[in-house]
C-alpha cells in the first residue's frame, strides 16, 4: 500500500497557517512538512484545536497557507489565485465533512448532482448514492434522513466526481459508533474501488487503525508519521 | 433543470413569506410609478392630436368692435397661415330648476358649417343651421351639469333683452377645455358654460352686423409669433384693441399647461420616490438573504463552482422576485393607470384618451428594479465569496458584543438581561439598524408626502375664501360703469355690503421681463375682497403703487421699491412708471393690485367701477339672483360658496382615490420592511433564542427579545420619516410651483398622526406573523443542528 515508490500527489513543506479571529490571532499550523501517495489511505491523527482541519483545507484548496508551500503534482497551491483553486476542487477534490453541510433544499440526488453537473467523466448520482448504500434513498431530503444517512449522502457528493483525492474532516464525529462504522466502510470501499487517494480527520484513535498510515499532529506540528503494519477493515473497528 | 436550479425553486418556496413581501413592495413601487407616467403620456399626447384634428388656434386677439374690412389686413399679415374673426360675448343664463346665477359666454360659429379654427368635436346633435335663429351648441360639462341635450331650451339675457334658445347640439372644444369663469379658480360648469351660437344671429343680437369682435388664426411654419402679435396689435389698437396673445396665454390653454405641469410634477416625482424606495428596501433585503446562505455558498465553492456561477445563482433568485413583482405592478400600473386616465378625462374633456402602453416607461421601471436588485446581490455575494470556503463554512466567529454607552455609563442596573441583548445588539449591527429605520422611515415619508396635498389644498380654500374673499356674490358689469351703479345693486333684495372694484387690463414691464395681466382697484379700506400677507393677515391697499402677488413679483424679478412699466391695454392706453409698493400672498394664479382711485387715475376713466363684491342675506339669495339676472349691464355673477362647495367635491374625490392607493401601497412597503427584518433576525438568531427557551425563558420573554428590538427601529423610524416626509413634501411643492397655482407647505398634525398610525399597524402585523412563527420555535431541531 505504501512505498517510496509510490507517486507522490501532495507534497508539503514548512506550511504555517495564522488565523485573525476578531481580536485574537491563532497559529492553527506552525510549519508541516508532508507527503501524501497515490491511492494511500492516510489519517491525520489529533486533539481539537491540533491543525489537522486547516492542514486538510489547504490541501483541498479551501484555504491557503500564510506561509510555505503546497504542490499538488505539480501544481503550487500556495501561488494559485481563487479561479485556480476552484477548478481544483472542482476537478480534483472531494470534501466530507462532519456536519454534513447538504444544501437542505435539494433531495439526496439532487446534492450529488449538484457536484456531478459541473465535473469531467462523474459517476451518475445514483452509481455514487449506490456506494454508498444508499440507492433506495434518492428522492429523500437532509431533513428526512439519519445523520448516518446524510454523511453517506456527502460521502456520494464528494466521491461522484471520481477526485483524484478525498478528502475528510472527522467524517464520523456527529454519529454514533454504529452508524460510523457504516460511514467508514463506505469511505474504504471508494479508496478500494475507485483507488482514491483518501485523507481522514479524526482525534479518535481506534478509527486510525483502518489507515496505512497515521499522521500525528499537535498543536499545529507533526509529531511523527507512522506505518501501520496492522491495517484493520472498517468493520473491526468499534470505539 | 440543473440540481442549482432546483434549489433556487425550492429556496423561493421555503421563503415565500419574505418574497410576497418584497414582491409586494416591487409592485407598489412599478405600479405607482407605471401609472402615473403612462397617464401623463397618454393625456400630453391625447392632447397634441386634439389641438392638431380640431385645429386650436396658435394666437388670439379681443376688440372692443372692428368692421369686417379689417379682416382682410389681418390675413394679410406675413407669418399667419389662417385666421378666423368672431363675435363673442358674456350672458347670463336661467336654466328650469336651477336657482343660482349662471353665467355663459356666446361665442359665434359659422351657420351649418364647422369654424375653420377651433373646431367643435360634436358629441351629440347637429351644428347650428343657416336661418334658424335660436339655436346654440352646448359645451358638454355644461349640458350634463344640467341634464341638458338636443331639444331642450334655456333663458338667456342677451344684450340686456332675454331670449330663448334651443339647443340643437352638444360639443367638445379646444379653446374651452376647461371653462374657468374669469375671476373665478376652477371650472364650475353648473354655473358657467360655453355657447356657440350662429354668427348673423349673434351680430344681430350684439349691434356688430358685419363686425367682429375676436380674431383667432394660426401661424404659417416659422413665423414669430412676437411679429404677428405686435402687427395684430397695430391694426387693431384704432377698434379697441386689447392686446393679441399666443396660444400660451389664452385662459384655457394655460390652464391645462399649468395643471398639465403640476401633474407632470406629481408624476414624476412621486413614482421616482416610490420606486426608490423599492429599490433601496429590495437592495437591503436581498444582500440580508444571501448573507445568510454565507455557509451554503461556501459549500458550492468547496466542490468547485467559481463565483460567477454562485452569484448569477443567487442573482437569478432575486430577479425572480423583482421581476415578478415588476411584471405584476406593470399589470397593476397600467389598469390603475387606465381608470385614472379615465378620471381625468371627465375633468379635461378631451375627446378621447390615447391611452397605450408606453414602453420606455416600462422598460424604465423594470430595468430599475432589476439593477438594484443586482446591485444588492453583487454586494452580499461579494461579501460572502471573499470568505475562504474553509471560513465560509464555518460559523461567522462569534460576534464580539461589549457593553453599550449607556451601561458603560454606569446605568446597566436599570435594564435587565433581555434588554441589554437588544441593546448590545442594536449597537453592534447599528449599520444595519441605521438601514431598516431608513427603510421604515421611507415608507412614512412617502405618506406623509401622499397627505400633505390635502393640507395644503385645505390652507389655501381657507386662505383664499376664508380670508381674502369673504363676499358672497362677485358681480361683472359688461363695462366700466359709473359708481351710481353701486347704490343701485345696495337697494337689491338682500344686499348688506357692496365694495367695488375695477380690473383694467395691462401689460407690466421690467427690463427684459413683462407679463400681461389685469390690475384689481380695490378700496383701500376693503372690508370683503382683500389681499393677505404670509401671516394671512389683511393688508391695506396703499394709496400709490402697485400690489404684486409673491409668484408675480419672482416671474417678473421685482421686489418692493423696485420700479415698473405699466402699459395700460384699453381706453387711453397709457404707459407709466409704477413702483412696487407691497407683495401679497396668493396661492392661486398670479396678479397685481391697487387702489382703486389710483388705478382709475392710471387709466384715465374717471370714477368707474368694473364690478361689485356682494354681500347679504343669504335667505333673499334667490331673489337677489333674479334681480341680477335681469339687469342688462350685470355680465356674469359669481356665487362664491357654491363655487368652493363644487370645488371641494370634485377635489375630495380624486384626492380620496389617490390618497388611499398611495397609503396602501406605503403601508405595503413598511410591512415589506418590517416584516423581512424581523425574518431574517429570526434566522440569524433562532439558535440563541431556542437556547433561552431550553433555558426556560417563555415564549413572550424571547418575543420580547426580537420584536422589542424591531419595536426600537420602528418607533426611531418614525420621527425621521416625518422628517424625511416633510422635506419631499418640500421638494414636490417646489417641483409644483406653477404660475396657476402656488402650494405653500402646510402639514396639519393629523398627517402626520396617520402616517405614523399606519406604519405602526404596518409593524404590528408583521409583528403578530413573526410571534406565530417564534412560538413554533424547534427547539431540538435547532440545537442539533452545528454551530
Known sequence: MTGVAAEIVFRARGVTKVYEMGEVRVHALRGIDLELYAGELVVLLGASGSGKSTLLNILGGLDTATAGEVLYHDQDLTRADDDALTRYRRHYVGFVFQFYNLIPSL?????????????????????????????????????????????????????????????????????????????????????????TTTAIITHNVAQSEMAGRIVHLRDGLITHIEQNAQRKSAHELSW | MTALDRKLLRDLWGMRGQAIAILFVVLAGVATYVSMRSVFAALQRSLDQYYQEYRFADGFASVRRAPGQVRARLAAVPGIARLETRVTAPVTLEVRGFDEPVSGLLVSVPEGAQPDLNRLALRAGRLVQAGREAEVVLNETFAEAHGLGPGDQLTATVNGRRRVLTVVGVALNPEHLLQIQPGSLFPDPERYGVIWMGRSTLEAAY????????????????????????????????????????????????AITEEFRSLEGTSTMLPAIFLAVAAFLLNIVVSRLIALQREQIGVLKAFGYGNLSIGAHYAKLVLVIALSGA???????????????????????????????????????????????????????????????????????????????LERLGLQRLFDQPTRMIMRNLERQWARALLTV??????????????????????????????AQREDLAVTFIEPTSTAALYELASLPGVQHVEPFRAVPVRLRYQHRRYDTAVQGLPEDAYLHRIIDRELLPITVPAEGLVLTERLAQVLAVGVGDELTVEVREGSRRTRPITVTALTSQFVGMAAYMELTALNRLAGSGQAVSGAYLMGDLRAERALTRALQQRPRVASIISQDRAIAAVMESIERSMLAFTYILSLFAAVIAFGVIYNSARIALSERDRELASLRVLGFTRGEIAYILLGEMAVLTLLAIPLGMALGALAAAGLVASLQTDMYQFPLVLARGTFGLAASIVLGAGLVSALIVRRRLDRLDLVGVLKTRE
Not at chain 1, 478525498?166 to 483507488?195: K, M
Not at chain 2, 401622499?450 to 390652507?459: K, Q, V, Y
Open chain 2, 438 to 467: 431608513v427603510g421604515i422611515a421611507s415608507s412614512c415619508a412617502i405618506l406623509v408626502m401622499g397627505l400633505f396635498f390635502s393640507d395644503s389644498f385645505d390652507f389655501i380654500l381657507h386662505a383664499q375664501y376664508g380670508v
Open chain 2, 327 to 405: 411584471a405584476l405592478g406593470t399589470a397593476l400600473g397600467l389598469w390603475l393607470g387606465g381608470l385614472l386616465g379615465e378620471m381625468y378625462l371627465t375633468y379635461y374633456r378631451l375627446p378621447t384618451l390615447d391611452y397605450a402602453i408606453d414602453v420606455p416607461i416600462v422598460v424604465t421601471a423594470i430595468l430599475l428594479t432589476a439593477g438594484a436588485s443586482l446591485l444588492g446581490v453583487l454586494q452580499a455575494v461579494r461579501r460572502a465569496v471573499r470568505l475562504s470556503p474553509a471560513i465560509a463554512m464555518r460559523a461567522a466567529p462569534p460576534p464580539t458584543y461589549r457593553a453599550t454607552a
Open chain 2, 207 to 254: 349691434d356688430m352686423t358685419g363686425a367682429f369682435n375676436d380674431v383667432a388664426f394660426t401661424l404659417a411654419p416659422g413665423a414669430s409669433l412676437a411679429e404677428v402679435l405686435q402687427r395684430v396689435d397695430l391694426i387693431l389698437a384704432p377698434y379697441g384693441g386689447q392686446g393679441a396673445i399666443g396660444r400660451r396665454d389664452q385662459p384655457s390653454h394655460f
Open chain 1, 107 to 195: 433531495t439526496a440526488r439532487e446534492n450529488v448532482a449538484i457536484v456531478t453537473e459541473i465535473a469531467r467523466a462523474p459517476l451518475t448520482p445514483e452509481e455514487a448514492l449506490g456506494l454508498v448504500g444508499l440507492g433506495q434513498r434518492l428522492d429523500h431530503f437532509p431533513a428526512q434522513l439519519s445523520g448516518g444517512e446524510q454523511q453517506r449522502v456527502a460521502i456520494a457528493r464528494a466521491i461522484a466526481k471520481r477526485p483524484a483525492v478525498l478528502l475528510c474532516d472527522e467524517p464520523t464525529g456527529a454519529l454514533d459508533s454504529e452508524t460510523g462504522v457504516v460511514v467508514l466502510e463506505a469511505l474504504e470501499r471508494v479508496n478500494r474501488e475507485l483507488g
